[in-house]
């Protein structure tokens, strides 16, 4: 019966030193509890003061206009860093200095690590800020970017998307479009187009040559300033090549339209003057006469050179999609400033 006695004592006097060690605790609790208060009343604090100071910015008031994205991510950041700020006080205050080396350190690990897994993630983020801070391009712009081409869509934090001329939609990383060459043709109104013909040797380069700027004078859609132009491309053995140029406003008519009219304005007013590009030439000698003479009605008209709009119904439905990740401003940013 003694053995149990032994066995017990230890028993009890470990309860009792656990116990002890738990009041002690307690007291010490108490004893920091004012502290603790305070500790938790200072992160209430510093999160309330995050949240008006984001909210009363000024500046803020001018970039929501431009970029309401941009804006939200300054006020997201100014709560995080004073809510942080307001945390290592109150562990300051509470004497836990070593622990707050400790977080930072293994935020600093954490953050290393999810840097390497998600690069191109972060990449892409980062890019897309960037491109919505300089604008490059605005909804709608006609752009190539590389070797892809379309109208812009949308940016938004991963991607920038285009749509193409057949319809399709076409995404692109955010750091990809930041690091290529970006062409953007809707930037300047005024827009040029060029296109080559062919004559004979025995034609006088200078008669054709005036002829064809006539002909593009008189092209509806085609500005006069910069006038249109024309030059020699090239001479070889079957005759000369002559390169015209005309310029169209962007915001009146289409380029694919107006290149096309002046083109068949041109080649008109070439064949009334009897010159004809070299193989069309030799057809003549043998074919009869009559199948040079003018068409009923293929010259008499003008072709519609009006801007076409056949894509942007499409446009402005997909961008209505975006609109709640759209990093760009609704209206392109003045060249003037």
Same mark, same amino acid.
């Given at each position: ?44 604090? +510093? ?37 942080? /700020?307001?945390?290592?006080? %109150?562990?300051?205050?509470?004497? /836990? ?9 293994? +935020? ?18 980062? %890019? ?79 008669? /054709? ?129």
């Amino acid at each position: 019966m003694i053995a149990p006695t032994h066995a017990a004592a230890p028993f009890s006097e470990r309860f009792l030193d656990a116990l002890t060690q738990v009041q002690e605790k307690l007291l010490l609790l108490l004893a920091k509890a004012p502290l603790l208060l305070i500790a938790i009343l200072i992160v209430l604090v +510093a999160i309330w003061f995050g949240g008006v100071l984001s909210r009363r910015m000024r500046v803020l008031r001018r970039i929501s206009q431009r970029n309401p994205y941009l804006e939200g991510l300054i006020r997201t950041t100014v709560k995080v860093v004073i809510g942080l /700020a307001g945390v290592l006080v %109150a562990l300051d205050l509470l004497g /836990a200095s070593s622990l707050v080396g400790a977080v930072l350190g293994s +935020a600093g690990v954490i953050g290393l690590v999810l840097g390497f897994a998600f690069k191109d993630i972060a990449e892409n983020y980062v %890019a897309g800020v960037l491109l919505s801070l300089r604008q490059p391009f605005a909804p709608g712009d006609s752009v190539r970017i590389d070797t892809y081409e379309g109208s812009v869509i949308s940016l938004n934090s991963r991607t920038t998307i285009l749509m193409t001329s057949e319809g399709n939609h076409l995404q692109l990383p955010n750091s990809f479009v930041f690091k290529s060459i970006l062409l953007n043709f809707s930037h300047n109104p005024k827009r040029r187009f060029e296109f080559t013909t062919m004559v004979g040797h025995e034609v006088s380069l200078h008669t /054709a040559l005036d002829i064809g700027i006539a002909a593009i004078i008189d092209t509806e859609g085609v500005i006069a300033d910069p006038a249109p132009n024309g030059l020699v491309a090239s001479l070889d053995n079957d005759g000369a090549s002559l390169r015209f140029t005309g310029w169209i406003d962007q915001t009146r008519n289409d380029l694919s339209r107006t290149r096309s009219e002046a083109m068949r304005r041109v080649r008109r007013a070439l064949r009334k003057t009897g010159i004809v590009p070299p193989e069309a030439r030799s057809r003549v000698v043998l074919m009869r006469t009559e199948t040079l003479a003018e068409l009923p009605g293929d010259y008499g008209r003008s072709r519609d050179t009006s801007v076409d709009h056949a894509l942007d119904d499409q446009i402005d439905r997909a961008r209505l999609k975006e609109d709640g990740g759209n990093l760009l401003e609704a209206t392109p940013p003045d060249p003037k400033g």
